[in-house]
């Protein structure tokens, strides 16, 4: 059944009904992958073995942000309720890690219960011990928007003297374990606090190798005007340029994410805009899940083949008998060189090497003669699994998402969610503005401004009362659009295609003209509310 089983006798013995792609990967990882991590302590390194839930979790987002920068009251805002636990206040009020999920009844899993859940991905997180575990939670919540993504709130990042309190965990760390095996990453900034700790800026440095999840908020932005926010939005990026060194910043999205009026609403139109590209972003995030997890599987792969030509070229390096802790140091000081090595000798980009002062601060505890000299079919199974099963699993993920869709199950739906993708009120995204304006009104919306346009149409318009394809182009060029655009304004103003226009339908094209010069898209079909009153026949023709 599968190509990388020989026998037929293997073939009956392992052969499996995979439901979906989530499914074939756990088996590639178990049955290709997590052997060589095994061999060659992967997990003592950078990562624990995964589990099945890690495969079959929900999307997760994680906010990250300085105190009172409005994580809490951003999930409070996304549910359009409270959830178990929730503390808000302008003081550092959240300081634990928790966990909002879905749940049949409202209640809290405190940590140590959490982590022995096997239904649960939380359970590597035992390896930080009691004191992180008494600041973990899981709340379980009712809401439709959990049914579809999970979301993690974290600490409250600390800045002046608070910040050199020891918390007593491995803060950092935790990020990082969480980083690995989350969709979105949101930082979230104040409008009025800019600044970035030294605590904020080592735990967006642990956030790195994974920028590709990471989004940006600049969040309570009401509360600034229009000149300040400028000035905030130019600092931000600044800041961010310096931390996350990057030739590219990620996404900034601007807004006020709270349920409470705008103080200066000058920016309505700006952080309704913003707004709608986030939870645009964040509710495709099921449709993404399994391509999510494949990306993140292959980074994996590629890391623990590298990590085991280091263990192996270690290894290989050691002394037999004697001298064996001064070679050591000599190996973990020179490991650049190894490095370099590898690098020459297998073609690896430099980019997939780990974190050279953490693998050289983990090599310290170690016993380099316990380690695996290099077992070539290890990395010729995963080799092979890169190019031919992970191949087949892109393929497979188009049929997945499109059998979602079928089902309704891609996009995140409840909450705040459902008046984001609400149409039926007028109070939905560009409901009644653009091409919209005028729909479920008796009068035809460009009879108001048909007047203006008139006279331009009698000055054009040939002998049949009707203007030519030439004459209109000259006008209609005017507006400085481009031929493609004014292209689709001429068929969908054209209603009756006799290839002219007349006074309706010039009328029609110059209120198009207009609306997608005020920055709206134009429709892809007329709609109803816009045809002629006169070519109202033509409807089901044009």
């Not at 997760?60 to 009251?73: A, N, P």
């Not at 991905?121 to 809401?143: E, I, Y």
Request: aromatic share 8%; with cysteine; charged share 30%.
């Amino acid at each position: 059944m599968f190509s990388w089983l020989n026998s037929d006798d293997a073939k009956k013995k392992t052969a499996e009904v995979f439901e979906n792609v989530a499914g074939e990967l756990r088996h590639i990882y178990k049955s290709k992958l997590l052997p060589l991590e095994t061999a060659y302590n992967f997990h003592d390194f950078h990562s624990p073995a995964l589990d099945d839930p890690d495969f079959d979790a929900k999307p997760m987002i994680m906010l990250v942000g300085q105190y009172s920068t409005g994580k809490t009251t951003f999930i409070r805002y996304l549910l359009e309720r409270d959830f178990p636990g929730i503390r808000i206040g302008p003081e550092p009020t959240t300081d634990s890690f928790i966990a909002v999920m879905h749940g049949d009844k409202d209640g809290i899993i405190p940590g140590n219960a959490l982590v022995v859940d096997p239904k649960k991905q939380f359970r590597p997180l035992s390896k930080f011990g009691n004191a992180f575990l008494n600041r973990f939670q899981c709340s379980t919540v009712n809401s439709e928007v959990l049914k579809g993504i999970s979301i993690v709130d974290t600490p409250g990042i600390l800045s002046g003297e608070k910040q050199r309190v020891d918390r007593g965990y491995d803060f950092t760390g935790i990020l990082e374990w969480f980083a690995e095996r989350v969709d979105r990453i949101i930082l979230l900034f104040d409008a009025h606090k800019l600044d970035i700790s030294d605590e904020f800026r080592r735990s967006i440095e642990a956030l790195k190798g994974h920028d590709d999840k990471i989004r940006i908020i600049l969040n309570k932005a009401d509360m600034v005007d229009h000149q300040q926010l400028m000035r905030v939005y130019g600092a931000l990026m600044w800041s961010l340029g310096k931390v996350l060194q990057t030739p590219e910043v990620a996404r900034v999205y601007i807004g006020s994410f709270w349920d409470q009026p705008l103080r200066y609403d000058s920016n309505r139109r700006l952080f309704e805009a913003e707004e709608q590209d986030l939870f645009k972003d964040l509710s495709q995030l099921p449709r993404n899940a399994a391509l999510r997890k494949l990306n993140d599987l292959i980074k994996r792969a590629r890391l623990a083949k590298v990590h085991a030509y280091i263990i192996a070229t270690l290894r290989k390096d050691m002394p037999s008998m004697f001298g064996k802790d001064s070679k050591k140091k000599e190996l973990i000081k020179g490991l650049d060189q190894v490095y370099s090595q590898l690098q020459r000798e297998h073609q690896i980009s430099s980019g997939d090497f780990p974190d050279i002062k953490k693998m050289q601060a983990e090599l310290l505890n170690q016993d380099f003669s316990k380690f695996n000299l290099l077992k070539p079919k290890l990395i010729e199974t995963v080799d092979a699994m890169l190019a031919n099963d992970i191949a087949k699993l892109m393929a497979k993920i188009p049929l997945e998402d499109i059998s979602s869709t079928v089902k309704g199950t891609t996009l995140v739906k409840g909450g705040v969610f459902t008046g984001h993708q609400d149409t039926s009120t007028p109070f939905g995204f560009k409901q009644f503005e653009g091409a919209e304006a005028g729909r479920g009104e008796v009068e035809w919306i460009v009879s108001r401004e048909k007047s203006k346009y008139d006279d331009v149409y009698e000055s054009l318009c040939g002998p049949d009362g009707k203007v030519a394809g030439s004459s209109a182009k000259q006008e209609m060029q005017k507006s400085k659009l481009p031929n493609t655009v004014l292209a689709k304004i001429w068929k969908l103003a054209d209603v009756d295609k006799d290839g002219m226009l007349d006074n309706d339908e010039f009328a029609l094209a110059m209120h198009l003209i207009n609306v997608k010069l005020d920055g709206h898209d134009l429709p892809e079909a007329l709609p109803d509310h816009l045809i002629p009153p006169s070519k109202r026949p033509f409807n089901g023709g044009a």
